[in-house]
Every structure is written in C-alpha cells, then in structure tokens.
C-alpha cells in the first residue's frame, strides 16, 4: 500500500495528492470505508461547546490544504448527524477553491429540537476532492430546443 492511502483504500484507487498543513490535535483525514467519498472532518477545540436549535457555528479543524489547479473542496454533511440530531452543514456543499489557504472550517447548523454538544476530535463533516471544468460563457439570442424546454422544479414528475 502506498504511503499516501490509508488503510481504508483499495490500493487500486489512484490518489491525489494534496499538500496538507495540521495544526489541530487529531489525525489527518481519513476514509472511513474502502469505497467512501469522503474524508472524515474532525473539530478541534479547545472546549466542547453547544449548538441551540437553529444556532450555527463555524467550527474549526485546525487544517489547511493545497489542492491542484483544477480541483475544488467540497465541505458536505455527515449522513448520521443529520439524521439523528437535525445538525447538518449550513452552505452545503461549501466550496473550498484551490488557491485558498486559511483553515478549512465546518459551517454547522443544528435544524434539530434539542441542543448538540460539539465535542473535539468529533466527526463533524466530510471533504470531497474532486475536479471541475471552467467554462467561458457565449451570449446568445436563443438556446437550443430539447425534450424538457423551460420545464422546472417537479416537471419530471415524483415517481
């Protein structure tokens, strides 16, 4: 296995490299399973704090990265808080750019009934890698016909 997977990753997978900087307490990110997306997101405080209903908070990790031109970050909810306590990512997906180099922090929200205890070192959100295109936009009079036309939200039907 190379040095750049942890154990949880197929040695087939290719991997990116990303230049990382931990100033926190906890271990790199890691994938929690062979096949996850994302790398888990931990806090790093100094002392645990509370999040009311409908309070949010930026939540510290303590890294900072360096990603290859081309790729972004993306800052996405973890599954299980979400479902369990109503506690989610308030601009999910955030968007790290890869010429940012502040610390990666977790814009959390509790969207439950009852108040959740941050603690540090706990898995708050998960960061997805991932490349994208840059487009040039060509202003036009009119765009091209399809199937769908200017159909919207709920135009394809619920089942």
């Known amino acids: 296995m190379s ?7 197929p040695e087939t997978m290719h991997a990116t490299r990303v230049r990382v900087v931990n100033k926190g307490r906890h271990p790199l990110p890691q994938y929690a399973t062979a096949h996850s997306a994302g790398l888990d997101l931990r806090a790093n405080l100094d002392e645990p704090f509370t999040l009311a209903p409908g309070e949010y908070r930026l939540v510290p990790t303590g890294l900072y990265i360096e990603l290859p031109e081309g790729t972004e970050a993306q800052v996405r909810p973890r599954s299980g808080l979400a479902f369990k306590h109503g506690v989610t990512v308030l601009n999910s997906p955030g968007t790290i750019d890869a010429d940012y180099r502040g610390e990666v922090g977790v814009l959390l929200i509790n969207h439950g009934r009852q108040p959740f205890v941050v603690n540090d070192g706990e898995r708050v959100a998960q960061l997805v890698v991932s490349r994208y295109e840059r487009v040039r ?3 036009n009079a009119d765009l091209r016909a399809s199937e769908r036309g200017a159909g919207g939200f709920g135009h394809t039907g619920t089942h």
Do not use: Q
């Not at 040095?3 to 990753?9: G, I, L």
């Open 137 to 139: 936009f060509e202003e």
């Open 3 to 9: 040095d750049t997977m942890s154990s949880a990753e």
